[in-house]
């Protein structure tokens, strides 16, 4: 089947709050004004300007032709679609359909999990640059953010830096880490060896894991994403995990996600406190396009999408780095996300972030800020866009931007 990844959608009027920058109480609409003559693309809110998958688009169309949408409970089906899918995709052989929980969005599963685990003013260990949701979600529930920067090695790739771990864990008395796997904004898809080695120190103090884990399926250039309660039987026992195809299929605004949960009494209690609102409950079009994206159907659309992702990384990185002297770029190993450091060109330049940011958003570059990322002088670019588009977008960064 031939798949359009070239054509760019007008999402404006179609209930896009990426497209139409409606205010929100989540997310900070990028400052600036987009000149005459230029049209915004919409590349600061982290879901794709693709189409989703046609199996998604059956599935959802076969329901829709049953008028009836009455109270239901998730089928069999639905979580045969979801072990299969990760029986396929990662290897696991082990998942039940007693493991697997519904949440209303990863950050919601994210949320229950927290309350569960930590007490409120309790220190969480969160890595940096850090993805916004979790700032957000740590400080609207109240509790401590304690930040473990990542690190570059010599060949330009984030690390964790496991002796600040430990010594932050140590000082602040930490029993509860927020990990995220593949990680965003940065991209790295985190080596084996490397989740071994951030789990036994989790272990040795007596650390419990909230693991987003929704980039697993968007993992690039050969990386294979492993699941982080895979590593060891006490990884297994003492993660929660979350997972959607929101990201992968572009489902956010069906709202649909589901936590892994192996350990018997932190799934109860963490059920328990995801019910108290009562409304923690599974839209039947968001079954229904799960079960439409986890299919064996899917795949070739879902490699045909990675491709072109990964010719935008690709070329996104390549311009920078040959054309924008000063500007550090970090080449993701997965996700569509692509994360700039201007510190070093703002000082060149005698420039401010905002000034850049704005100047893009000018010329209809709508991107986001870093600072809310704990990058105080960085940029966030979402790269899931048709190719021709995105040479047009470095373009204008080129002639009227970074200049």
Same mark, same amino acid.
């Given at each position: 089947?031939?798949?359009?990844?070239?054509?760019?959608?007008?999402?404006?009027?179609?209930?896009?709050?990426?497209?139409?920058?409606?205010?929100?109480?989540? $997310?900070?609409?990028?400052?600036?004004?987009?000149?005459?003559?230029?049209? !915004?693309?919409?590349?600061?809110?982290?879901?794709?300007?693709?189409?989703?998958?046609?199996?998604?688009?059956?599935?959802?169309?076969?329901?829709?032709?049953?008028?009836?949408?009455?109270?239901?409970?998730?089928?069999?089906?639905?979580?045969?679609?979801?072990?299969? $899918?990760?029986?396929?995709?990662?290897?696991?052989?082990?998942?039940?359909?007693?493991?697997?929980?519904?949440?209303?969005?990863?950050?919601?599963?994210?949320?229950?999990?927290?309350?569960?685990?930590?007490?409120?003013?309790?220190?969480?260990?969160?890595?940096?640059?850090?993805?916004?949701?979790?700032?957000?979600?740590?400080?609207?529930?109240?509790?401590?953010?304690?930040?473990?920067?990542?690190?570059?090695?010599?060949?330009?790739?984030?690390?964790?830096?496991?002796?600040?771990?430990?010594?932050?864990?140590?000082?602040?008395?930490?029993?509860?880490?927020?990990?995220?796997?593949?990680?965003?904004?940065?991209?790295?898809?985190?080596?084996?060896?490397?989740?071994?080695?951030?789990?036994?120190?989790?272990?040795?103090?007596?650390?419990?894991?909230?693991?987003?884990?929704?980039?697993?399926?968007?993992?690039?250039?050969?990386?294979?994403?492993?699941?982080?309660?895979?590593?060891?039987?006490?990884?297994?026992?003492?993660?929660?995990?979350?997972?959607?195809?929101?990201?992968?299929?572009?489902?956010?605004?069906?709202?649909?996600?589901?936590?892994?949960?192996?350990?018997?009494?932190?799934?109860?209690?963490?059920?328990?406190?995801?019910?108290? *609102?009562?409304?923690?409950?599974?839209?039947?079009?968001?079954?229904?396009?799960?079960?439409?994206?986890? !299919?064996?159907?899917?795949?070739?659309?879902?490699?045909?999408?990675? !491709?072109?992702?990964?010719?935008?990384?690709?070329?996104? *990185?390549?311009?920078?780095?040959?054309?924008?002297?000063?500007?550090?770029?970090?080449?993701?190993?997965?996700?569509?996300?692509?994360?700039?450091?201007?510190?070093?060109?703002?000082?060149?330049?005698?420039?401010?972030?905002?000034?850049?940011?704005?100047?893009?958003?000018?010329?209809?570059?709508?991107?986001?800020?870093?600072?809310?990322?704990?990058?105080? *002088?960085?940029?966030?670019?979402?790269?899931?866009?048709?190719?021709?588009?995105?040479?047009?977008?470095?373009?204008?960064?080129? !002639?009227?931007?970074?200049?």
């Amino acid at each position: 089947m031939d798949y359009d990844f070239t054509t760019m959608p007008d999402r404006r009027g179609k209930d896009s709050i990426a497209a139409d920058m409606n205010k929100n109480d989540f $997310w900070t609409i990028p400052k600036g004004v987009t000149k005459p003559g230029f049209d !915004q693309v919409p590349m600061w809110i982290a879901d794709m300007n693709f189409p989703t998958c046609p199996t998604v688009m059956e599935a959802l169309e076969e329901r829709m032709k049953h008028p009836i949408f009455g109270y239901f409970v998730p089928s069999e089906e639905y979580y045969h679609a979801v072990i299969r $899918w990760h029986k396929e995709s990662f290897g696991t052989d082990d998942l039940s359909s007693a493991c697997i929980g519904y949440e209303n969005g990863v950050l919601g599963g994210v949320t229950s999990a927290l309350h569960v685990l930590c007490g409120t003013g309790e220190p969480v260990l969160v890595h940096s640059p850090t993805y916004s949701g979790f700032t957000t979600q740590l400080k609207r529930n109240g509790f401590r953010i304690i930040l473990s920067p990542l690190k570059m090695d010599r060949d330009g790739i984030w690390r964790m830096d496991f002796k600040d771990m430990e010594e932050k864990i140590k000082e602040y008395h930490i029993h509860t880490a927020l990990f995220c796997s593949p990680h965003n904004p940065s991209g790295r898809v985190w080596e084996r060896w490397e989740l071994e080695q951030a789990m036994e120190s989790f272990r040795a103090n007596d650390v419990y894991v909230i693991s987003d884990e929704i980039w697993a399926d968007l993992t690039l250039f050969g990386h294979k994403h492993i699941p982080t309660q895979s590593v060891s039987e006490d990884a297994r026992d003492r993660t929660v995990a979350l997972y959607s195809p929101s990201k992968t299929f572009n489902l956010a605004g069906l709202v649909g996600s589901y936590h892994i949960i192996y350990n018997p009494r932190l799934r109860d209690r963490i059920r328990r406190y995801s019910s108290l *609102c009562h409304y923690n409950d599974m839209n039947v079009l968001s079954m229904r396009a799960l079960m439409g994206a986890y !299919q064996p159907a899917s795949r070739p659309w879902l490699a045909r999408l990675k !491709q072109e992702l990964e010719r935008n990384v690709i070329y996104a *990185c390549d311009f920078i780095e040959t054309r924008f002297p000063g500007i550090r770029v970090y080449r993701p190993q997965g996700t569509f996300i692509l994360l700039l450091d201007c510190e070093d060109w703002c000082k060149n330049h005698k420039r401010t972030i905002d000034e850049i940011l704005e100047n893009g958003v000018g010329v209809g570059v709508i991107w986001r800020e870093g600072a809310v990322f704990h990058v105080p *002088c960085g940029i966030r670019m979402n790269l899931a866009l048709p190719h021709e588009k995105l040479v047009e977008v470095f373009s204008r960064l080129h !002639q009227y931007v970074f200049r």
